[in-house]
């Protein structure tokens, strides 16, 4: 059985009306499309290899992102408490994986990028999208599952995240294994080519877009020339890699990771150097 379309080409879940629909992935774009296709399929699954963190938007009537910040700011609590105690937390909101047909995840909360879905939560609960393990083999329209199970589907999405690449730059521009955390300052300076930016080559646990905001704040300062270069970027670089904020499982997944309240101290404390 080919593969019928990917997360890059998927717009509206109209062309898989009334089909049987299996969706690969277990990140924000596979638990999206599958919500989305099981509003108009006829039955959709969605095949995880391992268990991941699927955190509800909103944990007891907080925006999870604001009862994240909050904890954070607690001065007795330790950074390394945080995870557990945000785990406790989420399965006293939402309840056993199992209830969802979830595999519990694998290490600890902050090891793995969390999928922010409420909406595939209350799926699973009702049975509009079901799970199904890992994927062994095809065989015409049959599916194969590494239980020992098979089904058969009209449509695969693919949703089994994206690679980092750059075929409009040079290689001598982007001379670094991509699969890997970039050598760049704050993640956006090259380290050599002082004139070439990277705005928003992060995921951060929150939101994107204020963060690259800074970034572009801070390029725009060094090309007016109010913002001076580090003179010792190699050697920041070389922190920034070794030192990450979390210690993320060492996936292509996780290559560009980052905190973002931890991001957003270290963006601010650049642009307070303008002149």
């Known amino acids: 059985m080919a593969p019928d ?84 937390l989420l399965r006293l909101s939402i309840g056993p994986w199992e209830k969802y047909g979830l595999p519990a995840p694998e290490g600890r909360m902050f090891q793995m990028h969390p999928t922010l879905n409420s909406n595939i939560l209350a799926a699973l609960r009702d049975g509009s999208v079901v799970t199904r393990p890992g994927i062994e083999r095809f065989e015409d329209h049959t599916v194969h599952f590494a239980d020992g199970s098979a089904e ?44 070439v930016f990277f705005i928003g080559l ?25 913002l001076r270069r580090p003179a010792d970027i190699e050697a920041r670089i070389l922190r920034e890699v070794r030192f990450r904020h979390w210690r993320f499982d060492h996936t292509m997944r996780h290559a560009v990771e980052v905190d973002y309240h931890d991001f957003r101290q270290e963006l601010m404390r650049e642009l307070a150097q303008a002149a």
């Open 5 to 88: 379309a990917d997360a890059r080409k998927f717009k509206r879940a109209d062309p898989f009306r009334d089909q049987r629909v299996l969706v690969v992935g277990a990140g924000n774009s596979a638990c999206d499309i599958a919500v989305e296709v099981a509003r108009v399929a006829t039955r959709t699954c969605i095949s995880l290899r391992r268990g991941a963190y699927i955190v509800p938007k909103i944990v007891f009537g907080r925006p999870v992102d604001v009862l994240y910040a909050r904890l954070r700011r607690l001065r007795w609590l330790p950074r390394s408490a945080l995870p557990g105690l945000l785990n406790g």
């Open 152 to 195: 058969e589907f009209d449509a695969v999405i693919w949703a089994t995240g994206f690679y980092i690449a750059f075929p409009f730059l040079d290689s001598a521009v982007v001379d670094w294994d991509t699969s890997k955390p970039p050598p760049l300052y704050l993640k956006m300076m090259h380290r050599h080519i002082a004139n």
């Open 202 to 226: 992060f995921q951060p646990i929150g939101c994107i877009w204020r963060l690259a905001d800074h970034q572009a704040r801070i390029a725009a300062l060094q090309i007016s020339g109010r």
